[in-house]
Every structure is written in structure tokens, then in C-alpha cells.
């Protein structure tokens, strides 16, 4: 559904950008500013609009669900030559494996996934334990009635163009188990936000479906360790009450009183 609409606005979406071209060009350069060296998935590329932005160094994987999106991201990575890596994918189901990435960064992402917190969910996946998440995104706005008039219209954008005008992008980044670290209003309504988060993520509960022979081995070695301690332990205990009852350990059970100095 999404994908054949985004199919179909596609051949216009660079013409329909360019008359907010100053404002986001410059929005998108700080977000890409936050980059330094690394492996960076791009979440949805779509035409290409981020690579003059992309910082050298860095080694970028960029998806979309969109194939029409992709087919003009790639005419324009080959004129600009930016040595990018780009799949057709969806955020909510993310073929790489857990830790993949340094950096995760969309832009104008997620007003129109379907399910926003399994999309975020996955970018936390795919990004190395303390990794961030940057997004530039549009979402519900801080104010009381500017919020009341945007769930007014989100049903309308929604079905006219397939995105959401009052998604609450902040709390779904804490129910998909993210960070918030950075929270920066691009405008005066704290409608476009530049959001940094990281994923987080508990040593020992990491990739366990990746690495089911790693796990095996660490759970084999943790039983190994603690039936060792365990027939150590009795052995003390064992050896101990024998000396306590031959009297080694300063006599029977009021031994520890007689060992004081009087
Ligand atoms: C508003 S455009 C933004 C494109 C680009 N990031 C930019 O800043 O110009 C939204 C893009 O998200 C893509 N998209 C929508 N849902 C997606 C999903 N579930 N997974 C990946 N890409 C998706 C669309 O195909 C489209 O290219």
C-alpha cells in the first residue's frame, strides 16, 4: 500500500521538495554533521536527497521500500558517485543482522510507516550496543490546540498522501526500548524535530538469536563454573564440619568464642 504510493509520487517527489530545499538542506546537513566514521544504515534513502550530505569515511548501506524511490536514488548515485550500498527494504523488517551498524539515520521516515515502534525497534536492533539513532522527522506539535487542528488533518494527509501529521515520534522511541539523549525544535512550533537517540542494549541479552553456538558455549561454561563452585563449596563446608568436630578449629560449635583473646 505504501510502497505503490510512494511508487507512484516518486518521479515528483524531487520537484515537489525543492521549494522547501533551503530550509531542509540546511536541516539535513546538521543532521548529517552528528556522522563521524563508521558503518551508517540510511533507513529510507528514497530519491537520493541525503548523499551530497553523507560524511567521507563512512560506509553507507541505504534502503527503502520503494523500488521506483531506489531506481532514482541509484541515477543519482551514479552521477554523484557517493559509493553507497542500496536494498530495497522495509525499516519494520530489517534483513541484517543485530549490530550491523555504527549509525542509523532516517529522514521524514516515520510519519508514514505503518508500524513506527516495530520500525524503531528494529533500527535499535540493527545498531551496536550505545550506536545512535538521528532522525529528522515532523511530528505531532507541542502545543495544545496546534496538536488538536494536526489530529484533525492527519487522517486527511494520511489518505491523500500516505503520511501521518501527528505522530508522537518521542514516545515511540522510548516504547521501542531507545534512548532518548537529544531532542533539538527546528521551528518554533517543535514540529520538525532533529531527534538523537541510542540504542541500548544488556550485555548477555544481545543477538541470542544470531548466535545460538556462542550462547550454548557461554551457558555450557556458566554451568561448568557454578557445579564446579558448587562441589568446591561442599567440600569446604564438608571439610570445615569435620574440623569443627575433631575439635581443629578451636573446639566444638563454641569454637569462634574460644578463639578470642581471652
Ligand atoms: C518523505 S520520503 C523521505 C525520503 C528521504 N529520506 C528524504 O529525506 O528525502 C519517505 C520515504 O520513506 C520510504 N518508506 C516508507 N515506508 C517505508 C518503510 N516501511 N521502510 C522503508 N522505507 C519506507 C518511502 O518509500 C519514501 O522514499
Known amino acids: 500500500m505504501r510502497r505503490k504510493r510512494y511508487d507512484r509520487i516518486a518521479p515528483l517527489y524531487d520537484i515537489l521538495q525543492s521549494p522547501m530545499d533551503g530550509a531542509i538542506r540546511s536541516w539535513r546537513e546538521r543532521l548529517w554533521s552528528r556522522i563521524q566514521d563508521g558503518k551508517v544504515l540510511e533507513a529510507d534513502v528514497g530519491t537520493g536527497r541525503n548523499f551530497p550530505h553523507y560524511p ?41 543482522p543485530a549490530d550491523s551498524f555504527d549509525f542509523a539515520v532516517a529522514s521524514f521516515l516515520f510519519c508514514s510507516v505503518s508500524d513506527p515502534v516495530k520500525g524503531l525497534t528494529e533500527l535499535g536492533r540493527v545498531v551496536v550496543a550505545g550506536g545512535q539513532i538521528l532522525l529528522l522527522e515532523h511530528m505531532r506539535p507541542r502545543g495544545h490546540f496546534l496538536g488538536r487542528i494536526f489530529d484533525l488533518l492527519s487522517p486527511v494527509t494520511s489518505r491523500l498522501f500516505g503520511f501521518n501529521l501527528n505522530r508522537r515520534t518521542l514516545q515511540n522511541l522510548r516504547r521501542a526500548g531507545l534512548t532518548l539523549e537529544r531532542a533539538e525544535d527546528l521551528d518554533r512550533w517543535g514540529i520538525v524535530k532533529l531527534v538523537v537517540a541510542r540504542s541500548v542494549k544488556e550485555v548477555g541479552m ?28 561442599y567440600g569446604w563446608v564438608g571439610n570445615t564440619s569435620w574440623m ?18 581471652g
Open 56 to 96: 567521507e569515511g563512512t560506509e553507507v548501506t541505504a534502503v527503502d521500500l520503494s523500488p521506483r524511490m531506489l531506481a532514482r536514488a541509484r541515477g543519482r548515485a551514479a552521477r554523484m558517485g557517493p559509493g553507497v550500498d542500496l536494498r530495497e527494504m522495509d525499516v519494520q523488517h530489517l534483513a541484517f
Open 206 to 233: 544481545r543477538d541470542r538469536t544470531e548466535k545460538p553456538v556462542g550462547a550454548f558455549i557461554l551457558s555450557l561454561l556458566a554451568g561448568i563454573w557454578m557445579i564446579g563452585s558448587g562441589i568446591v563449596m
Open 244 to 261: 569443627w568436630g575433631h575439635g581443629m578449629m578451636g573446639g566444638t560449635s563454641g569454637g569462634l568464642v574460644s578463639l578470642g583473646p
